[in-house]
Structure formats: structure tokens, C-alpha cells
């Protein structure tokens, strides 16, 4: 299937899901690598992640107050699992 054949929102998720694969590659190769600063790949791919983010808020897919909700919660989440936010 091409996007081509694909609606708006359809192409939207789309190009959102094999974003998020190519950030998820680009991450796998950082830790093999062991580098993980300065990583010109990482900010490309993390910036169009980001960018198919803007469009689904565009899209009045999300809006930006529940994923700062959501943000909220995962943070939560972390600072309980993990040693990334500071509790």
C-alpha cells in the first residue's frame, strides 16, 4: 500500500509509525555504539518524530494539554521505576 491510497489522517499515522521506527533504529545503534551525544542521526529523527507530533496536534488528533497531562503521569511512573527523574 502506498500512501498514495492512504487518506489524510491514514498517511498521517502512517509516516507517524515509521518515524517512531526510524527513532527506535537510531536509538538501537547509540547503544551499540555506545554514543550517545552529538548524534547528528538522533536529532534528525528525533526531530521528525517531533514534527509528526505537531501535525496530529495540527490534525486535532491530541491536544497539547492531555499529553502535558500524560506527561505528568509518565514522569510519575519514572521517578517510582527508574533513576531518570529525580523523585
Given at each position: 500500500m502506498t500512501t498514495n491510497n492512504l487518506d489524510t489522517l491514514q498517511q498521517l499515522m502512517v509516516l507517524t509509525m515509521e518515524e517512531c521506527g526510524e527513532l527506535i533504529q537510531r536509538c538501537s545503534k547509540c547503544l551499540r555504539k555506545d554514543k550517545y551525544y552529538d548524534d547528528k542521526k538522533l536529532l534528525e529523527e528525533v526531530g521528525?518524530?517531533?514534527?509528526?507530533?505537531?501535525?496530529?496536534?495540527?490534525?486535532?488528533?491530541?491536544?497539547?494539554?492531555?499529553?502535558?497531562?500524560?506527561?505528568?503521569?509518565?514522569?510519575?511512573?519514572?521517578?517510582?521505576?527508574?533513576?531518570?527523574?529525580?523523585?
Open positions: 521528525d518524530v517531533y514534527t509528526m507530533i505537531e501535525l496530529m496536534h495540527e490534525f486535532d488528533i491530541i491536544s497539547w494539554s492531555d499529553v502535558e497531562e500524560r506527561v505528568k503521569v509518565k514522569r510519575a511512573k519514572l521517578k517510582k521505576w527508574s533513576n531518570l527523574v529525580d523523585g
